[in-house]
């Protein structure tokens, strides 16, 4: 079966600090991939997706940026961050199968980021 | 570009109470409609989900979902929550691409 592993966890860091959040699956090939930032009563932010190795689109400008060096691992980094990072940052991944786009995602169990 | 638009954002209910949230789309097209739920301290997980056939669509613990394109909606039903249920519902709807456009959320809260 699938799953899907986010590290870590919590994060606290100093503003102006580097970020790399981790995140990878197991038990399929090819995924797609995708980061989210949560935000309490705002929803899902969709940040960067990936629909193959070095292959990273961004939704948003922002201070992140986003990496796919393996098939199965997506990375979200930040060279310096900022208060405005903080937020609670999801992972998620759906089957590629072409063009057939029914398919649900399956996320990560998330990193809480605080920026001080 | 779609949007999706969660009319409840938070609910409240005790239990046996009936629970329809509100989710509406803006796209002409065809589109696929996915509710997720989230309950406290756990990963976002799908609920039920819509692509074609027949518009009442079943799901887990009880949940359905009827799509009715003339109105762009897409809500969800429970005929009698239980505490459980207590947790945050996403609508969320992708148009023929692999990325979906997800609402804003509803937070339900049942009392016991």
């Known amino acids: 079966s699938q799953t899907i592993h986010q590290w870590p966890a919590t994060l606290v860091q100093p503003v102006g600090s580097p970020l790399s959040l981790e995140c990878t699956v197991e038990?399929?090939?090819?995924?797609?991939l995708y980061w989210y930032r949560q935000a309490a009563g705002r929803g899902l932010q969709l940040l960067f997706y990936s629909v193959g190795i070095g292959q990273i689109s961004s939704e948003v400008p922002q201070n992140l940026s986003a990496s796919r060096p393996q098939d199965r691992q997506f990375i979200l980094s930040s060279k310096k961050l900022l208060l405005s990072d903080s937020g609670f940052y999801l992972c998620?991944?759906?089957?590629?199968?072409?063009?057939?786009?029914?398919?649900?995602?399956?996320f990560g169990p998330g990193t809480r980021l605080t920026v001080l | 570009a779609q949007s999706v638009s969660q009319h409840n954002h938070h609910v409240i209910l005790s239990e046996a109470a009936s629970l329809e949230l509100g989710c509406n789309y803006s796209?002409?097209?065809?589109?696929?409609l996915f509710w997720y739920v989230q309950y406290p301290g756990q990963h976002l997980q799908l609920l039920l989900k819509y692509f074609s056939g027949d518009p009442l669509v079943k799901g887990i613990k009880g949940f359905e979902a009827e799509f009715i394109k003339s109105k762009f909606s897409f809500n969800l039903r429970k005929p009698s929550v239980q505490w459980s249920d207590t947790a945050e519902y996403f609508c969320?709807?992708?148009?023929?691409?692999?990325?979906?456009?997800f609402g804003r959320g509803t937070s339900l809260i049942v009392h016991p």
């Open positions: 796209y002409g097209g065809t589109v696929n």
């Open positions: 998620a991944w759906s089957a590629w199968t072409g063009v057939d786009v029914s398919n649900e995602q399956f």
């Open positions: 038990g399929t090939s090819n995924p797609n």
């Open positions: 969320a709807v992708n148009s023929g691409s692999y990325i979906p456009t």
